[in-house]
Each structure stands twice: as structure tokens, then as C-alpha cells.
């Protein structure tokens, strides 16, 4: 969106409705009562008029309102120049197949409209407007985001902790979200999946799944994870903000999983659910069964080109799934169908040689 004609559309609204209540309080009395056309206008026009009409705060208060569903929920994805460009060789972006995603899954295309990128440069804000997405410029001091960090480079770090602090604004201003990293695919609504009981705090994905949701061994993915605005909530995202300068060389995520192992969900008097991985599965741990998977992230994974390439195989083997389904519809839930995710090849051995990039 072009946020600066917004504004000035609203700008334009603003004074048009002004003009018109200005219009009213003038005119009104001279037509109501044509022998008094000079009383007061300040009298008959109530004050109270003027004040109900709202102008938006800020930037990003007006991309939530534009981005999120009647109940405040939004979906959250940041982005930086290494998600949005090719490199010579390569035919596609990590934008790109995340928003093929949304295409392919099901009943995942109307959730777009509630998609709001989080742009950390000027190339990936760009990028997004050319998309006509929901875009938002998160702006940060003295740092240029633009290339993809090194995995946990000062830079690196840096930039996980702006994000940190913009979702804990987030949720200051009232709004649920589901942030997603871009290298998730989204194969199916999450939203089917997730505990739609409001005492839910937290619910987050997870490297391996221990199959206990409530267990706190899980070994925690902040790359998807659902989470309400509330007190609790925010106080979680405040103290784990407030670790950023006592936390040299962690990742932030890291930092969250030590707060965690210390107790603080209790402290919180949170409730979190930890994600089966059948459903929000990853290279870690792959799901199972394709009839219930709803996420794919490509976690357990050292660079972008890597997880690129292995993404295009399960965005191939979910195209293969949807056309066997749709070839033999009578092809049931519960036949233990033969069907297998594409080996992780690349990502495997991202490990393996040096590269200069981020997990
Ligand atoms: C918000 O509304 C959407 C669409 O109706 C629904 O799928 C989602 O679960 C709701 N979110 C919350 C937090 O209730
Ligand atoms: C939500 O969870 C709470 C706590 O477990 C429970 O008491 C309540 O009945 C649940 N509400 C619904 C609608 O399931
Ligand atoms: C959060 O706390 C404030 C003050 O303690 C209270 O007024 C407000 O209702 C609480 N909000 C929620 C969502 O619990
Ligand atoms: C910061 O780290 C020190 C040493 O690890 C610790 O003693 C202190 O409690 C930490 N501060 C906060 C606010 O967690
Ligand atoms: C599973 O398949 C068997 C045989 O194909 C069928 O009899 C049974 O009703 C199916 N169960 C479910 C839950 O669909």
C-alpha cells in the first residue's frame, strides 16, 4: 500500500467531512429558521461532532487496521532484501514461494487479506508494495538489514531483537497475531488448527514434538507461533525484550527458551501449548501425514538457498498430493497412503561446506 496516499485520502476524507459539518452548523440555522441566518453557529453546532471523528496514530497502526480480521488478529512476516531477491541463479524468492503457499493450500488465499510484511529495508519494502501486500517499514538506527545476515552476526542479532520490540508494540496495541517466518510454507489454515479457547495464550511450534503440548521440554520454534494480546502476553514480550542487553551473543529465541526453562510462563500465569509437529511440522521433524499438515517450516537449516530449493520440493510434493486427490476422490483420510515428503537433501547439507548466510 502507499501509505502516503492513504493519508492523504484520509486527510481528504477528514476535510470533506469537516467541510460538512462546517456546512451544517453554518447552513443549518439560515434554512431551519430564515429570519435568524446570523445566529451562532459555535451553539448549534455540538462540539462533541468534531471529536468523534478518529485520524490514525501512526503507520503502523494503520497497517494493522488495514491488515487484520474484525477480531484484531493479523498474520506477521518480516522480511529483508536476502527474502525478496534473486541471486542470479535462482528462479524464485522466499516471498515468493511463501505467497505460492497461500495459493496452493487450502482455504489459505483469503488469508492475504490479513497478511502484513514486515519490511527491514528499503529493497524488501519495495518488493512487498510491487506485491501489493500489506507492507509495513520498520526503520531501525544504524543498521542496514539489508543483506541476509550471518548467522548470528551482531547485525543478526540486532535485527531479531527490532522485531522482538515491534511485536511487543503489537501487542501493547490490542492485536493477536500469528507471526511466520517466510520460510513456512502454509499448506493449510492454521487457524482450523490452532485452540481457539481465549485462556490460550501461547501457542507456539516446535523443533521436535515430545507429544505432550503442555510439556516444557519442548524444544521451541519462535518461526510460527500464535499469540494473544493481553496483559500476560505482554508482560512476556516485555521481559524478554528487556534481556536484550544481558544476553550477549544469544539468539533471541534462545534467550526466550532459557526464560522459559526458568519458569516464566508460570511466573506469567500463562498458558502455552506447544505444536504437534503432524500438523506444524518442519525439516526437523517431518509430519507424518500429509492429510493434517497445515505448516511446513524449513527449520534445521543453515541458508537461504538451501531451504529455497528444499521448499520447491514440498510445494512439488503437495502439488502431487492435491492432484492424486483430486484424481481419486474417493481416496480416504484413513488408507494409509503411501505417500512420502521428498528427502531434505539440500538443507542436510547446508550444514556441511562453509557459506557465508544465516540458518
Ligand atoms: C478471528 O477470526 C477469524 C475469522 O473468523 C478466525 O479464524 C480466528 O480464529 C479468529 N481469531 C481469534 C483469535 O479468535
Ligand atoms: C477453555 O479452557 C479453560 C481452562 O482449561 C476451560 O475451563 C474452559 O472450559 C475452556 N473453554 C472452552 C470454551 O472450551
Ligand atoms: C490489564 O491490566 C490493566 C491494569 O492492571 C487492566 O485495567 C486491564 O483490564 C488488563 N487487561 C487485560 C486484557 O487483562
Ligand atoms: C543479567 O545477567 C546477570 C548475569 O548473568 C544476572 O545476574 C542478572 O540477573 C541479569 N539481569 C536480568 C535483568 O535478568
Ligand atoms: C476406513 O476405511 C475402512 C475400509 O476402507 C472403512 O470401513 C471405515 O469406515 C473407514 N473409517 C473411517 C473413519 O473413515
New binding site residues.
Given amino acids: 500500500m502507499d501509505y502516503s496516499k492513504i493519508s492523504l485520502g484520509n486527510l481528504f476524507i477528514v476535510s470533506l467531512l469537516f467541510a460538512g459539518v462546517l456546512y451544517i452548523c453554518i447552513w443549518s440555522p439560515s434554512r431551519s429558521n430564515p429570519l435568524l441566518p446570523y445566529q451562532k453557529p459555535q451553539r448549534i453546532c455540538p462540539h462533541t461532532r468534531l471529536k468523534t471523528i478518529k485520524l490514525p496514530i501512526d503507520e503502523l497502526e494503520l497497517a494493522l487496521e488495514e491488515a487484520a480480521m474484525p477480531n484484531k488478529t493479523v498474520i506477521i512476516a518480516v522480511v529483508n532484501r536476502a527474502y525478496v531477491e534473486q541471486s542470479i541463479k535462482a528462479d524464485t524468492t522466499m516471498l515468493d514461494l511463501f505467497l505460492e503457499s497461500f495459493w496452493l493450500g487450502e482455504g489459505t488465499r483469503p488469508l492475504l487479506d490479513n497478511l502484513l510484511i514486515v519490511a527491514v529495508d528499503q529493497t524488501a519494502y519495495d518488493r512487498c508494495l510491487f506485491k501489493r501486500l500489506h507492507c509495513y517499514r520498520l526503520l531501525t538506527d544504524g543498521v542496514d538489514f539489508a543483506t541476509e545476515k550471518v548467522y548470528m552476526s551482531q547485525d543478526f542479532i540486532k535485527m531479531m531483537w527490532r522485531r522482538t520490540n515491534l511485536l511487543l508494540d503489537v501487542l501493547k496495541r490490542g492485536y493477536s497475531f500469528i507471526f511466520t517466518d517466510t520460510d513456512v510454507m502454509w499448506m493449510r489454515n492454521p487457524f482450523m488448527m490452532l485452540?481457539?479457547?481465549?485462556?490460550?495464550d501461547l501457542q507456539i511450534s516446535v523443533d521436535e514434538y515430545n507429544g505432550d503440548p503442555r510439556s516444557q521440554k519442548n524444544l521451541i520454534n519462535t518461526g510460527f507461533y500464535f499469540i494473544r494480546s493481553n496483559n500476560r502476553t505482554i508482560d512476556l514480550f516485555s521481559k524478554w525484550y528487556g534481556m536484550k542487553d544481558n544476553s550477549t551473543g544469544m539468539k533471541e529465541q534462545d534467550v526466550l527458551l532459557e526464560l522459559m526453562r526458568k519458569g516464566i510462563f508460570k511466573q506469567l500465569g500463562m498458558?502455552v501449548k506447544f505444536l504437534d509437529t503432524q500438523y506444524f511440522s518442519g525439516f526437523c521433524q517431518d509430519s507424518k501425514n500429509i492429510w493434517s499438515v497445515t505448516t511446513v517450516h524449513s527449520n534445521c537449516c543453515r541458508h537461504i538457498d538451501a531451504k529455497v530449493s528444499d521448499l520447491k520440493f514440498v510445494l512439488r510434493d503437495w502439488k502431487r498430493f492435491t492432484a492424486l486427490k483430486a484424481k481419486y476422490p474417493t481416496m480416504g483420510r484413513n488408507k494409509t497412503m503411501t505417500y512420502r515428503w521428498s528427502p531434505h537433501n539440500a538443507c542436510k547439507n547446508s550444514w556441511k561446506q562453509e557459506h557465508n548466510t544465516s540458518n
Fill in positions: 485452540d481457539k479457547n481465549e485462556t490460550e498458558r
